[in-house]
């Protein structure tokens, strides 16, 4: 096959009878051309790595969960390695964090095994030309995901202390006024807000309450 509109795909998935549906389906699309298989991501990441005949793919449609290397971890790499490939993540599963790390991992969608046919060719589309396509209920637990990374992940490195400083900050504090409250010097909490500034990379006090905020650290109401 050739010609600008016409995309080389490798499906990747550890169930042969998916593989062998996807294949049949996508090779009736003029602009689709099933050009390798691998049943796990060590498999896909080898055969790229040692190049595939005929030519590589450009898109890949790449299960979520498989034994030896998942779709996460193999996206990770092929994205490091060919980053001008394409991957749309198709999975049964739909979990906030796993839609998350797919995405972070490198994959353009994640589409549900569910979707009609059309939507998927709709999907792959759209990843060919680098355009995120996801349903509803995927966006959704993206959005989830990341709200909830943001609000009980970690504390951006910063001590305990660092973070009772920042809090204090966000009420609108004075250093006098933190260093009493904390039963510290004044010199302490010069010395936190730099690291405080420093670690966050913001420039003023100003946007460190806004970061609070933002992260939901502060008590509202």
């Not at 509803?136 to 909830?148: E, H």
């Not at 990374?149 to 490195?157: A, H, L």
């Not at 660092?162 to 004075?174: C, N, P, S």
Request: hydrophobic letters at 45%; charged letters at 25%.
């Amino acid at each position: 096959m050739s010609g600008v509109n016409q995309w080389r795909i490798m499906i990747v998935d550890d169930h042969d009878m998916v593989r062998a549906g996807l294949r049949t389906y996508l090779m009736l699309e003029p602009k689709f051309d099933v050009v390798a298989e691998a049943s796990d991501g060590e498999e896909a990441v080898r055969m790229l790595r040692e190049g595939i005949d005929g030519g590589a793919p450009n898109l890949i449609l790449m299960d979520l969960m498989m034994p030896q290397m998942d779709g996460v971890e193999a996206t990770r790499i092929i994205m490091k390695e060919f980053p001008h490939l394409k991957i749309v993540m198709l999975t049964s599963f739909l979990e906030d964090e796993k839609v998350v790390a797919a995405i972070e991992a490198g994959a353009v969608s994640y589409v549900l095994k569910t979707v009609s046919a059309e939507e998927l060719i709709y999907a792959l589309n759209g990843a060919a030309k680098g355009m995120p396509v996801m349903t509803s209920d995927v966006s959704q637990a993206l959005t989830r995901g990341l709200r909830q990374r943001t609000t009980q992940g970690t504390n951006e490195g910063l001590t305990e202390r660092e973070k009772e400083v920042l809090l204090l900050i966000a009420e609108g504090r004075a250093n006098k006024e933190i260093a009493d409250e904390l039963h510290i010097s004044i010199k302490t909490v010069k010395t936190h807000v730099s690291n405080l500034l420093m670690k966050c990379e913001l420039e003023d006090r100003t946007q460190l309450a806004v970061f609070a905020h933002r992260k939901g650290w502060v008590k509202t109401g």
